[in-house]
């Protein structure tokens, strides 16, 4: 008796709904499967017996069948941050609508942690893979290569992705902020921000973009990803203790910028005229923050719902560019 401990209870099998049902199996697969391809009649009555019995379909092994577990897999450093929660929200979304479902990794913006999700995610199968970034380690690349799926590598723009990429060129934002802030001309520049790789891209672009006009000052505080408001805060302080003159500051993220914004007011700075503050995402709170916050900003959602079309289309056996980029812009708002 299964109440005394002597065994489980027997699983509802396929062949047991086909038969209440008064079907053969076939057709509960295909209802399963392809219920456009079963009269609206019969479909109900499998449904209803569906329902009834509580029966989970073993997709798992239909997918070895025909190589399909209608299963992608996505690996992101954060779900916290609203940066990368639009873009699996876009991702979700597109995949549902044909079918698939999604399989969350939180990498933490570790490249071994990241090593580690891809090779617990290829032991499930699925039938393709997103990565954050462009950057991983060897092991990872190797196992990404030899396995064979598709992959969609976000939030960044390269000349050789490991299959497709959609994302746009951090170091380009950067470049495009320290214009913006050239044309507005100030005494000093700085940057203030997290040290994952995106983040550094956009410094870098920033800092090669003012090379020439004026050096760019860094904080002497460590900030790790995520940076956060208080990071911000510290780090305006810091750089309003180095030195005189109008300061025009570009953080890594809307939050840190932010951090430094309020600090900037509490310390009576006139803005945009003492201080110019730029951040990076045009997270929801960025206009109604006081001042409103300057920002550059992009279509995250579109990231996931690109991402995931690419994917698709090169499960279903279509040929997709290897590079779709995604446009930005900076918002101009009281901050800057």
């Not at 900030?223 to 953080?251: C, E, I, Q, W, Y």
């Not at 005229?273 to 409103?292: K, L, Q, R």
Request: charged share 20%; aromatic share 6%.
């Amino acid at each position: 008796m299964a109440g005394q401990g002597s065994s489980l209870p027997r699983p509802v099998t396929l062949a047991d709904i086909a038969r209440l049902a008064g079907v053969s199996p076939v057709t509960v697969s295909r209802a399963i499967n392809t219920p456009s391809l079963v009269k609206p009649k019969t479909l109900k009555a499998i449904e209803r017996v569906i329902a009834m019995t509580g029966y989970v379909p073993n997709l798992l092994a239909g997918g070895l069948a025909s190589r399909r577990t209608r299963l992608v897999a996505a690996i992101v450093p954060s779900v916290s941050s609203t940066i990368f929660a639009e873009a699996i929200e876009g991702l979700n979304a597109e995949l549902v609508l044909e079918g698939y479902q999604l399989l969350l990794g939180l990498s933490g913006y570790d490249h071994r942690r990241e090593m580690e999700l891809t090779r617990a995610i290829l032991a499930r199968r699925p039938d393709g893979i997103i990565l954050t970034g462009i950057t991983h380690l060897k092991e990872t690349r190797a196992m990404l290569t030899g396995a064979g799926l598709p992959i969609v590598e976000i939030w960044d723009s390269t000349p050789s992705p490991l299959d497709t990429a959609v994302g746009f060129s951090h170091y380009e934002v950067g470049a495009l902020v320290a214009e913006y802030f050239i044309r507005k001309g100030y005494d000093r520049y700085a940057q203030i921000g997290a040290n994952d790789p995106r983040a550094i891209q956009r410094r870098d672009g920033f800092i090669k973009r003012l090379s020439g006009v004026a050096a760019v000052e860094i904080p002497d505080i460590e900030m790790n990803s995520p940076s956060t408001f208080s990071d911000g805060r510290k780090a305006l302080a810091h750089l309003l203790a180095r030195g005189r003159g109008s300061l025009a500051v570009f953080g890594s993220s809307d939050v840190v910028a932010h951090g430094a914004l309020t600090e900037a007011v509490a310390r009576g700075c006139r803005m945009p005229e003492d201080v110019a503050i730029v951040g990076f995402g045009d997270f929801d709170f960025a206009p109604h923050t006081y001042p409103s916050l300057t920002t550059v900003r992009i279509d995250r959602r579109m990231i996931g719902t690109k991402a995931a079309r690419s994917i698709l289309r090169k499960i279903s056996g279509e040929t997709v560019e290897p590079m779709i980029e995604i446009d930005f812009e900076i918002v101009a708002r009281q901050s800057a």
